[in-house]
């Protein structure tokens, strides 16, 4: 059964992918896991597994460049990263609430799965 209820999907899909500002713990993946595990939609299953897929590179990121503190370049790449954890979700709920047909697609993140 697929759900084709717009509202349902605009907060669904606006939701996995402002999970991020939650924490930056485990319950931040738990909320897009729950959603693709529990939804039927195919829309709101890719846009969870595109927050998780953001969830992991920005992990990902954070220990490579917390390693390069160590030659110093480490602080700004982290504050970089900071500032795209941030500006990154706003804009995928903007487009997500804009059109709920759409799946939102992070540039420049390696996809997991």
Known sequence: MISQ?????KLLSAVSHGSIFF???LLAVGIPIAILLVS???IVKENAKEALNFHLNIWLY???????????IGYVLLGILGLVS?????IA???ILG???KV???PFIFRVL
């Open 5 to 9: 209820d717009p509202t349902k999907r």
């Open 86 to 90: 941030l500006i990154m979700p706003i």
């Open 62 to 72: 954070g220990i490579i460049f917390a390693i390069l503190i160590i030659v110093l």
């Open 104 to 106: 939102y697609r992070y």
């Open 23 to 25: 924490s930056a713990t």
């Open 99 to 101: 059109d709920a047909n």
């Open 93 to 95: 709920i903007l487009q």
């Open 40 to 42: 039927d939609d195919p």
